[in-house]
């Protein structure tokens, strides 16, 4: 019995032994794979510069597509035919933010423009949409004579109202 007891004791050294070296074995493993990551995203990870740059990209590709709105105020003319109107409201596009302050110095001859252009117009000529369409793109070739050429990228009627 006294034998049994020695040789237990002899094993169980040895088993600590084994359960430390394995532990050290998988400590050092996880350390590895973790220098390893480190490494690897140091190397081949984007970096804090490269993502401002492409935020930077970014911008500058939504910047090229912004455009503008003005709003015109609201119009209310008398179109050719004898008691017929129109009221309706319009927003012009534009690119350029800067264009803005130019557009408020030209507002009376826009509107001026408008003003003539409707009032030479029929209820029937602008009732459809075939004839809306045609109606806007006469705006729109209007004030960019006046404005210079493709000032303007679009009109939009956001009130049309015949009577």
């Not at 970014?58 to 609201?74: G, I, Q």
């Amino acid at each position: 019995m006294a034998d049994e007891v020695e040789t237990k004791l002899e094993e169980a050294p040895k088993k600590s032994s084994k359960s430390k070296l394995f532990l050290i074995i998988i400590a050092f493993f996880v350390l590895a794979l973790g220098a390893g990551g480190f490494f690897a995203f140091k190397k081949f990870g984007v970096s804090h510069k490269e993502e401002k740059t492409e935020a930077k990209k970014e911008e500058k590709k939504l910047n090229v597509e912004k455009t503008y709105l003005f709003a015109l105020d609201p119009f209310v003319v008398n179109l050719a035919e004898h008691g017929r109107f129109l009221k309706m409201a319009i927003q012009l596009e534009f690119d350029d933010q800067k264009q803005e302050e130019i557009i408020k110095q030209k507002t009376p001859i826009l509107r001026d423009a408008i003003i003539t252009l409707v009032s030479s117009k029929s209820a029937d000529s602008i009732s459809g949409a075939e004839g809306k369409l045609q109606f806007k793109d006469e705006v729109l070739l209007r004030l960019n004579q006046i404005m210079g050429k493709d000032f303007f990228k679009n009109v939009y009627f956001t009130e049309f109202v015949m009577q």
